[in-house]
């Protein structure tokens, strides 16, 4: 999947647009509670058990309040709650935004 052309936080939102006119737009909570990264999930060792991670899974009021491209696969969302560590690819932005 290709770059967006642009990306927005627009109040409590995510928005992508890619130069095809196909547009994501999600909201903060949803990204924040839904982040890949091993501090949100856990991480599995070589024997399937997952350690770490956080169940929980309420967050209204967490806002994203920047974001940083990763190359031309991802970006890494920074919340209002101090959470940064996911990197959010545009498969699974696509694929989170078709599940909410």
Not at 11 to 36: H, M, Q, V, Y
Not at 65 to 70: A, K, L, P, S, Y
Request: proline letters at 3%.
């Amino acid at each position: 999947m290709d770059a967006p052309e642009k990306i927005e936080v627009v109040g409590d939102f995510l928005a992508l647009c890619w130069n095809d006119g196909k547009e994501l737009i999600i909201d903060s909570p949803t990204l924040r509670a839904n982040s890949p990264s091993a501090e949100q999930t856990g991480e599995t060792d070589i024997f399937g058990k997952i350690s770490g991670g956080t169940k929980l899974q309420e967050y209204a009021g967490v806002a994203v309040r920047n974001f940083e491209r990763v190359g031309n696969y991802a970006v890494r969302l920074i919340f209002s709650d101090g959470h940064a560590s996911g990197i959010y690819s545009w498969e699974y932005l696509a694929n989170l935004e078709s599940n909410t």
